[in-house]
């Protein structure tokens, strides 16, 4: 059965450093996503990406984040200068198509990063 | 606003014994309603979703109910066994399409 995959898989930075987390949605999927989850809490909406632009993005998806989709696989997050509250397991999710119209989100195994 | 509220925040069950976890949304053009499972440390895996044409759908232990109306939904686990559990996450969607989560319940079956 076709994944999302996600590398790395753990991830440790200094405060103020940049980081790259990388994502590979599955092939035929239209709508790209970023969750982060803080230990212990829900999973919370960063942003949405389709047609090669950012669709939507969350109060906590602030000028430090950005995405890109190099090429026509992979789909990466930026965090630019890395904060103690950054750290958290970060989930890369796609879909056929958008929530609303009933299409099943699948998730990658998620890069838990860590600021030190 | 946004919000799906979610209840309770744990359960604990004896194996064998029935769970029920609730949840209730506010964008009432929400027509897709999934729940995931997450284990600790894992990906949250989709184990059963609904669409708001359906007002209950099962597969094998798991089954889920929604109230439109009443904007709320349910997860049902019958004869619950120790692998079940987990957190298990509901959510909804918005308008804009990004899929909102409940805060999450943390299921224990007790063998």
């Known amino acids: 059965e076709p994944e999302v995959t996600q590398t790395p898989s753990h991830q440790v930075t200094q405060m103020g450093q940049e980081v790259i987390l990388r994502c590979v949605p599955i092939s035929n999927h239209l709508y790209f996503y970023w969750y982060r989850q803080i230990l212990g809490q829900k999973v919370e909406f960063l942003v949405s990406?389709?047609?090669?632009?950012?669709?939507?993005k969350s109060e906590i998806f602030d000028d430090q984040f950005s995405v890109e989709r190099p090429d026509g696989s992979n789909f990466t997050l930026k965090i630019r200068s890395t904060k103690l509250e950054d750290s958290a397991m970060y989930f890369c999710a796609s879909s056929e198509a958008s929530g609303i119209t009933n299409e099943k989100l699948f998730f990658g195994s998620g890069t838990q990063l860590s600021v030190l | 606003g946004e919000n799906v509220e979610q209840h309770p925040s744990t359960l604990s069950v004896q194996e064998g014994d029935s769970a029920v976890i609730k949840c209730t949304y506010s964008?009432?053009?929400?027509?897709?309603f999934p729940w995931y499972k997450q284990e600790l440390g894992k990906r949250p895996q989709l184990i059963i979703d609904i669409r708001s044409n359906v007002g209950e759908k099962k597969d094998q232990r798991i089954a889920v109910t929604l109230n439109k109306t009443a904007k709320h939904f349910s997860l049902h686990i019958t004869e619950t066994q120790p692998e079940d559990s987990a957190v298990y996450f509901c959510a909804a969607p918005i308008a804009t399409g990004k899929l909102i989560f409940g805060q999450g319940t943390t299921l224990q079956v007790k063998p």
């Open positions: 990406f389709y047609n090669n632009e950012i669709s939507e």
């Open positions: 964008d009432s053009a929400s027509n897709y």
